[in-house]
């Protein structure tokens, strides 16, 4: 089973969800039965920020002095072997062009929140071959859950 914990400091987030926790925990029982976890319990901590915020963390953790549309780190804390990481998401990003449609915005953040998932299961995209690997999985997932919640 998979646990999230949402936790947002920008307030644009709350304009476009509403029950931010609910939003997220009703993607993670959409996903297909391979990444359920049902077997064992699982966390991570999601985190809602905006361009400024991500930006820093971008700087901080991998020297690009950028905001970013999303920020994985996967967990390698063995103490806590039930905890896989934290995923931060830019608003500012999802929010492009404003223009777009409050279920264009929902779907935007579906597939990146799933592409922050999958590198918390040590998923990547550097290579060539890991790059296919992962868009099949990315889509794999995003098939279930819009199928799920639609």
Not at 85 to 99: A, L, T, V, W
Not at 118 to 140: Q, T, V
Request: proline share 3%; net charge positive; charged share 35%.
């Amino acid at each position: 089973m998979i646990s999230v914990d949402v936790v947002s400091e920008e307030k644009a987030w709350s304009k476009k969800l509403k029950k931010k926790e609910l939003f997220f925990k009703k993607i993670c029982r959409s996903f297909p039965k391979k990444y359920k976890f049902l077997q064992k319990k699982i966390n991570f901590t999601l985190l809602l920020f905006n361009n400024k915020r991500i930006k820093k963390l971008n700087k901080s953790f991998r020297n690009k002095n950028k905001p970013t549309d999303i920020l994985s780190f996967p967990s390698n804390n063995k103490i806590k072997e039930n905890y896989i990481g934290d995923i931060i998401i830019s608003y500012n990003f999802i929010d492009k062009p404003k223009s777009q449609s409050l279920k264009s915005f929902k779907k935007k953040l579906i597939k990146t929140f799933i592409h922050g998932f999958l590198h918390l299961l040590n998923f990547d995209h550097i290579k060539d071959k890991d790059h296919i690997k992962m868009l099949k999985e990315e889509e794999l997932i995003y098939k279930s859950v819009i199928s799920k919640l639609s």
